[in-house]
């Protein structure tokens, strides 16, 4: 990784982290803190929960990292570190992915620009699960193209790893937002044809990212299937 892209991050985590407490807490940002709160109080971090009764229509990961601060922190403004985390993460994936496609210089744009998006700068200061949904996704597309540059074992770990963790922060987003920009990107290049995606497939090396994804994100969803009566239908209909 290069120092100046590392050197961008860097500074762009004081941006990201001064003064965390602000802005106060909105109304969707109480939907993650007071499940998170709830496992902290209950030690049950299987179900959550929203005043008392099971809170079943989104995956755990938000609330676990958020329940994590709160355990060792309190309910403070602390939990909000998680996303801020996440976003410094995706400016470093993205000036990366940058480097890999356009060159050092277009990778370090790229970061800076993100960094100091507005929009973003503010999603990184609150309690919700989309801004790790952006890690994961990015994650999963900057492996995506390590791969077709001939990327080995690791660069399908990671992408896999992505995809799971996604899985278990937004659900089927995960594998729906990259897989769209993905086959989007293949057709438009004229590269979609029954041998290409014989090609890609290997290359992703799709057993071991079942064994990942089932490794990952599958316990949580069978022991919350397991303990909650109805889950499915909270989970993927409600």
Known sequence: MKRRLLLVVALAAPLFAWRLGRPGFSDTEGMYAEPARE??????????RMNGEPFLTKPPLAYWLAAS???????????????????????????????????EGAGLAAAVVLATMEGFLLEAR?????????????ITL???VRLRRGGGWAAALGLWTAVALGLLDKGLLALVLPGAAIGLAELVGGELG???VGVRLRALRVP???AVVAAL?????????LRNP???WDYVVN
Not at 39 to 48: I, K, N, S
Not at 80 to 92: D, F, I, M
Request: with cysteine.
């Open 69 to 103: 601060v709160m355990a060792l922190a309190g309910p403070t403004e602390l939990a909000r570190v998680g996303p801020t985390l996440a976003a410094l993460g995706t400016v470093l994936v993205t000036g990366g992915l940058g480097m890999d496609l356009f060159g």
């Open 142 to 144: 900057w492996c995506y």
């Open 217 to 225: 994100a599958l316990p949580w969803h069978l022991a919350a299937a």
């Open 39 to 48: 496992m902290v109080l209950t030690g049950d971090w299987v179900t959550p």
């Open 208 to 210: 071991l990212g079942i």
């Open 126 to 138: 609150l309690l919700r699960a989309d801004m790790l949904l952006v890690l994961a996704v990015s």
């Open 194 to 196: 029954p041998r290409t």
């Open 230 to 232: 109805g889950f499915a």
